[in-house]
């Protein structure tokens, strides 16, 4: 899991990202059930540490929190990962947190889980938490990520049947300037990754201000483009449309298995 530098990129819809240089740590961070069969779907998305697969939704300007409703679907790892998550980042730092399912932990099957990437950090801090449990599928899992003190960020995620997470990222020093919602995809095959929306999207003000839905549809990635992940603001529901639900509803999905 990384979060991808793209401040100050130039966005052209879903253009490939050419010039974006992530920093790749050593190591990773309506389907309401997880596919009998595993898709004989191949792609080329590096190993679990680099030269991952995206499609995201970005949002750059100085922050401290963000929010956003993530759609519970049965995933699959394959022979690598894949997470459906929040990132909440400046430049080479970030914090995460949504599902990820990975070939080596949980049998493949989608739990939840956090991670830092701190200033001063060498590696990834990479936190697993719970399976994610039957009744969460076909619900909305809300991740909440903000500042709480000057080097302190609480980070919640909360499912259908309870609070999955609850932690904190200290000693942190990092000030947030991008938000980004979207899929990441790790491994060359076997993978699945069903239809997931990402509503309710929120950033918070500066210095203890309120709470506000995205009102800009931001930028979307898909790396590579073409690549496996697809994107999409689902049913035309991008924040800047009056008639959307607020901030807005991104969705992703791996080709193949959407």
Not at 29 to 37: F, R, Y
Not at 155 to 166: F, M, P
Not at 176 to 204: C, M, R, W
Request: glycine share 12%; aromatic share 8%.
């Amino acid at each position: 899991m990384i979060a991808l530098c793209l401040a100050g990129v130039v966005s052209t819809g879903s253009a490939e990202i050419a010039s974006a240089s992530p920093v790749l740590p050593p190591t990773p961070h309506s389907a309401p059930t997880a596919p009998s069969v595993t898709p004989g779907v191949a792609y080329s998305c590096g190993d679990v540490s680099v030269n991952h697969c995206y499609g995201i939704e970005d949002w750059l300007g100085a922050t401290d929190g963000v929010r956003t409703s993530i759609s519970v679907r049965g995933t699959t790892g394959g022979n690598g990962f894949v997470t459906n998550e929040t990132w909440l980042s400046q430049d080479r730092f970030w914090i995460e947190a949504g599902t990820i399912a990975v070939y080596s932990y949980n049998n493949g099957k989608p739990v939840y889980f956090w991670a830092d990437m701190r200033p001063g950090d060498s590696q990834l801090n990479l936190h697993y938490g719970p399976p994610v449990a039957a009744g969460d599928f076909g619900h909305a899992a809300a991740i909440d990520i903000h500042r709480t003190g000057a080097t302190t960020f609480s980070v919640t995620v909360s499912a259908q049947t309870g609070t999955k997470i609850s932690a904190s990222s200290t000693g942190n020093t990092m000030a947030p300037n991008e938000i980004q919602v979207g899929t990441e995809l790790a491994g060359t095959s076997g993978a699945s990754d069903p239809h997931t929306n990402f509503a309710d999207n929120q950033y918070k003000h500066l210095n203890g201000g309120g709470w506000n839905y995205q009102h800009s549809d931001g930028s979307t990635y898909v790396i590579p483009n073409p690549g496996p992940v697809a994107t999409a603001w689902d049913s035309g529901h991008n924040p800047s449309n009056p008639a959307s639900p607020p901030g807005g509803v991104f969705a992703t999905c791996i080709h193949g298995t959407c």
